[in-house]
């Protein structure tokens, strides 16, 4: 992915990352201790859209709000899950909010309740928003949403 960047921002330390089959919002940056609080499993809410195929029911959602889905032999903790209606070409569009960041945690928690995910999207990390930033394009991140990170993770 580094090749991608312009060549004044090679030398930065991706915080987090994506599968291959997500896409989103992504963090660079240039103080490699920054950069490690902010990969802490917990230090930073991230929030996606999700596109399920099929039609969960509320109930087969809440042992997701409620945590301790067993995942790979591990108990998950609760994430935030809001129903945002129906995809346009089928399935559900939700919202979710994860508060630890294990390795494909959004998919393993839906294919632990019987459903596939058809589209994931990180829209948000902590208080930074992807918005309306075009797909493949990037931008600086303002002083004030650098200082905002910084009080997030106590640095």
Not at 130 to 137: M, N
Not at 146 to 152: K, S
């Amino acid at each position: 992915m580094f090749e991608l960047l312009p060549d004044a921002y090679r030398d930065w330390f991706a915080v987090g990352r994506l599968d291959k089959d997500s896409e989103g919002l992504l963090l660079f940056c240039d103080d490699p201790r920054l950069a490690q609080r902010l990969m802490d499993p917990s230090a930073v809410a991230k929030r996606y859209l999700v596109t399920l195929a099929g039609f969960p029911r509320e109930e087969e959602l809440e042992p997701m709000r409620r945590g301790g889905l067993i995942i790979e032999g591990q108990a998950a903790r609760p994430v935030e899950v809001r129903r945002l209606g129906k995809a346009p070409r089928g399935g559900t569009r939700l919202e979710v909010v994860l508060h630890e960041g294990r390795n494909r945690e959004v998919r393993r928690l839906f294919l632990a309740a019987g459903f596939k995910v058809r589209r994931l999207v990180r829209t948000a990390v902590g208080p930074l928003e992807l918005g309306d930033l075009p797909e493949g394009e990037g931008r600086d991140l303002t002083p004030a949403e650098v200082a905002a990170l910084r009080i997030l993770v106590a640095y």
